[in-house]
């Protein structure tokens, strides 16, 4: 019997060999519209995760910025 290859749901992430510019993103965080300052950094290719360090807030409120500017 012949095994079934899944294709991966994975995505290649751009950057994962890339090691973040967090100085750069804190500058880009620190601008006054920080909504949509959360959005280019996401679309720049930083985790939730370390944008929401940055910020000092949590990764699931940076995954609601995301989620309302997408619409």
Same mark, same amino acid.
């Given at each position: 019997m012949q095994e079934l290859k899944k294709?991966?749901?994975l995505i290649e992430a751009?950057?994962?060999?890339k090691k973040p510019d967090v100085r750069k993103l804190e500058k880009m965080l620190l601008d006054k519209e920080r909504n949509k300052q959360i959005i280019k950094a996401y679309e720049k290719g930083y985790s939730q995760y370390l944008i929401a360090k940055v910020l000092g807030i949590s990764q699931p409120a940076v995954c609601g910025v995301i989620k =309302?500017? =997408?619409?």
């Open positions: 294709a991966s749901s751009s950057n994962v060999d =309302r500017g =997408r619409k």
